[in-house]
């Protein structure tokens, strides 16, 4: 039977409406936790950091290029992978998988069967066969297209196709089934016919114990917006540092992620081409009392000149602006300098993080203090790196910056608040 997808949204919404009212949060766990199922006890902490710079750089090509199409000729969506993990589970009865929590794309994925290419073949694979709430989308052309990023096969039904930066890849069909979240209030979440991506062709750089993605961005099949009304705009999340390897935060949905109290700023949210991205308006950057005017444009306009993502590691930031950026941190410190990991160029030898003047990132209405451990990163355990760096007309405003803020986003309102707040505790 023919399905759309904005008959299969309305449903997934309907049936929420009631049930989420209260709101709700899920686990997150930082890839490089002991709890992730990417967690390698032989890596050193150069090697972590390594991995996470090259993940950083691969993923600006998702930003750059013109990775959500409008038309269904150009069916390509290029995504990277993020840093953080959500277990959720798909189809009746549930099949548990672990996925990357993406705020800068939107299709949920996983690897199916049958798979003629996949990750690895000890990874997780979901067969729809055994969920009895399993179906593919059939769809017209103008439906696929209203995917971006989807295309109608001979068969009518939706077929998917999604890149990386490094060079993984997966293709599948869209269906609709069952999503179960692990709420932390030991209730799961079970929320029907949510567009999921069935992948049947893929390779790349996932390990045995995870392939997939959950989209959070602005887009149409992203987790936040198929829940749509029923968490009335809202999600938030608290971002571990990267030290805190034993345990998790929390990403909340509804009236859960309402941020308020003491320190809270809020900013707005600029709507831009494409709709997967969070724009915001970086005005400047100030190294204690040095302020220093961000004039240029790395997005076409002045408005929503920065996107803000869980999934890129550092601050990159377009080149001359990086420099004098740079500049000005590096009078700030009485350090002797070394030779840091490719793509770092600013580091000093340390064994903890040293004294140094506040820096403060101005967004339109904000003002967002970051603490030492927002603005540089040990790459070993005799050296520490300025965790912003360069990248040509382009700005995105990463991980590291955020952890340790509570980080509320609300499509309603368009805007994203801020609140300092230790995540180990949230």
Known sequence: MAVTVLAVLALSTLCLVDALNAGFSVELIHRDSIKSPFYNPSETTSDRVSNAL????????????????????????????????????????????????????????????PCSHCFKQEAPFFDPTKSSTYRKLSCTASQCDSL?????????????SVSYGDASFSNGDLAADTLTLASTSGRPMAVPNMVIGCGHNNDGTFNEKTSG????????????????????????????????TGISSKMNFGSNAVVSGPGVVSTPLVKKSPDTFYYLTLEAISVGT???EFTGSSTGSVEGNIIIDS???????????????????????????????QGLSL???????????????????????????????KVSDTAICFAFSSIQD???????AQMNFLIGYDTGKQTITLKPTDCSKS
Request: glycine share 8%; aromatic share 10%.
């Open 54 to 113: 090259r993940r950083s750089f691969d993923r600006v090509n998702h930003f750059k290029r013109n990775s959500v199409s409008s038309k269904a000729a150009e069916a390509d969506v290029i995504v990277n992978s993020g840093e953080y993990l959500m277990n959720i589970s798909l189809g009746t009865p549930g099949f548990d998988v672990f996925a990357i929590a993406d705020t800068g794309s939107d299709l949920i994925w996983t690897q199916c069967k």
């Open 148 to 160: 971006h990023g989807s295309s109608c096969s001979s068969d009518n039904t939706c077929q998917y």
């Open 213 to 244: 993605i959950i989209g959070l961005g602005g887009g149409k099949v992203s987790l936040f917006s198929q829940l749509g009304a029923s968490i009335v705009g809202k999600f938030s999340y608290c971002l571990l540092p990267i030290s805190e």
């Open 290 to 292: 040095k302020r220093i």
């Open 311 to 341: 999934g890129t590691t550092l601050t990159l930031l377009p080149s001359d602006f990086y420099s004098e950026l740079e500049s000005v941190v590096d009078s700030h410190i009485n350090a002797t300098k070394v030779e840091g990991p």
């Open 347 to 377: 580091c000093y030898e340390a064994q903890n993080f040293i004294e140094f003047s506040e820096v403060t990132v101005h967004f339109t209405n904000a003002d967002v203090k970051l603490k030492p451990l927002n603005t540089f990163v």
């Open 394 to 400: 382009f700005a995105i405003y990463g991980n590291i």
